[in-house]
């Protein structure tokens, strides 16, 4: 894999779960990383998809009166229809229940049953239909998953077992040689604190008296694998792994792997000592990010608090939505996630702040020049300001992309914005306008559009459609919409005879919270 190359994967959604602002979040999270990357060009490919297999399918179909593929071709379109919806620029879409993966599955499964690494052995233990995932009898809280919180059926049958425990302590020394393998670092020390109990061999087979949904272990027909075994191996089934060698050279390991921290186990103990079996280098960075909150609750389906991420869309636009995600959440922490909260950001960022100076700088453009911007000039002190706030906002963007910190880069994004509205009032283009000081005039209007250049491009990632609209409506050509970062650090590249247009009826019209 070259050093330039990014692959970033979100978990593969649950296909009976009804999409939500959670999944949303994720989503877009891993399509803003990915346009930075593209902006500063970089090769990118970018995994989503869903997960087929398991009980929870198999009983909905057959609640349905229907067969369990037959269910997920139905379903799978939530998600697909929702990501095209939401602007997410995936390369790829995978589904656990096509050809290309289950292939794969069966080939590491068979390769690990011949080395003597998968095992038969008699299992009893707490199971979690909702999770499905079995539970020790320390994990239970009041008899319940520890989890979802719903009781746990007790089974006792033959299964198969990964030798999990044998990569225990290589697991613990490749995470504290590599602080980044798990990042928010309490994630990190999560992980190490689970890994301080001994490590049971992990449970990969289910009996298909119980269960049939699922890829067949290719050593015993009476079995089907273990869904979250089944999932996991997405992320490489994906990339060519024993298909396609020179794709899997070029993208794999992968560089990030998305998830919410509800699934930190799975991706930080389970896949690592996957990967660990099967001879392959583990992927760069797993980060764990925080859950959306409703009024300090988990969002919850019993409880009837969960926002529909297309209602959201509809109502206040796909890029408002976006926006706000990415700027109301610290990454690695939890957030609340009112509409009060929404429309008030919205407001004070993008209607007030952003909105506003392209309307006001526009408006005067097309009035005193027919929109034909001046020739570019110098900066001078009155501008200063205003210039250092745009390039300390780009070289955020650039660390906020690194580190994992968006929501910071993002602020100083605004504060760029703030600091040209400030240098737009203390010029007084209007009196300018009224005195005749077409030069002056010219000036502001011209570093005005400067700067709301550099603003959209960094913006970019996060709301692309609107970017491209303001990037449209201060002069820039059709080659010029979709930015790069190395533009971006630089000033007055916006063409000489750029031709401003007002947006039509506002770019982000203000907001009344109707509660």
């Known amino acids: 894999m070259s050093d330039k190359n990014f692959y970033l994967t979100t978990p593969i959604y649950y296909v009976n779960d009804k999409p939500h602002i959670g999944h949303a979040y994720t989503t877009i999270l891993g399509d803003v990383l990915c346009r930075c990357h593209r ?31 037959t269910h997920c071709d139905k379903y799978v379109v939530r998600f697909q229809e929702l990501w095209k919806r939401l602007g997410i620029s995936n390369d790829d879409f995978i589904r656990t229940t096509e050809p290309r993966h289950t292939v794969v599955v069966q080939k590491i499964l068979q390769d690990l049953w011949d080395r003597g690494l998968i095992y038969q ?77 001994p490590l049971d061999d992990l449970c990969i087979s289910r009996s298909k008296s119980r269960l049939s949904w699922g890829i067949e272990l290719p050593f015993d027909k009476d079995y089907v694998t273990y869904v979250w075994f089944d999932a996991l191996v997405n992320y490489i089934s994906a990339v060519g792994y024993l298909s396609d060698e020179e794709t899997f050279r070029t993208w794999w390991p992968a560089n990030f792997h998305l ?33 959306w909150l409703i009024a300090e ?5 019993s409880v009837g608090n969960v926002v529909n991420p297309m209602d959201m869309a509809d109502k206040y636009g796909v890029d ?38 392209l309307s006001r700088m526009c408006t005067m453009a097309v009035k005193n020049f027919d929109g034909v911007l001046p020739a570019a000039t ?3 002190d009155a501008e200063r300001e205003m210039v250092e706030a745009c390039h300390n906002a780009s070289r955020s963007w650039e660390n906020a992309i690194v580190n994992m910190q968006l929501d910071r880069g993002i602020a100083d994004i605004m504060a760029a914005t703030a600091a040209t509205n400030r240098y737009f009032d203390a010029m007084k283009p209007w009196a300018m306008a009224k005195t005749g000081d077409t030069e002056g005039l010219g000036r502001v209007l011209r570093n005005t559009a400067e700067a709301l250049r ?46 401003v247009t007002v947006v039509e009826g506002s770019l982000f019209p203000r907001i009344k919270f109707e509660g």
């Open 39 to 69: 902006l500063l060009g970089e090769p990118v490919h970018f995994l989503t998809g869903t997960d087929e297999h398991g009980q929870k399918v198999e009983q909905a179909a057959r609640k349905n009166g229907t067969d369990p593929l």
């Open 121 to 197: 052995s008699d299992y009893k233990g707490n199971y979690c239909v909702g999770c499905e995932r079995y539970f020790t009898d320390k994990d239970l809280q009041d008899g319940c998953c520890p989890d979802c919180g719903r009781k746990v059926d007790v089974l006792v049958e033959k299964n198969y077992f990964f030798r999990m425990s044998q990569f225990q302590q290589r697991l613990i020394d490749h995470i504290n040689a590599n602080p980044d393998f798990i990042r928010p670092a309490n994630r990190r020390q999560e992980t190490l604190g689970f890994l301080k109990q």
């Open 259 to 291: 998830i919410g921290k509800d699934i930190l186990t799975t991706h930080s103990v389970y896949w690592p000592t996957m990967l660990m079996a099967m001879d392959l280098p583990l992927p760069k960075t797993i980060f764990a990010h925080g859950w």
């Open 297 to 301: 609750q988990k969002m919850s389906k």
């Open 320 to 357: 408002a939505l976006r926006y706000f995600l990415m700027a109301a959440m610290s990454l690695g922490q939890d957030a609340n996630f009112s509409e009060e909260g929404f429309v008030t950001r919205y407001n004070a960022d993008l209607a007030n702040n952003l909105g506003n100076l």
């Open 378 to 380: 110098e900066p001078t």
């Open 454 to 499: 550099v603003v959209s491009g960094l913006l970019y990632p996060v709301m692309p459609s609107k970017m491209t609209e303001l990037r449209r409506a201060i002069g820039l050509p059709e080659e010029e919409l979709v930015p790069s970062m190395s533009k971006l650090e630089q000033w007055n590249l916006l063409p000489d005879g750029a031709k």
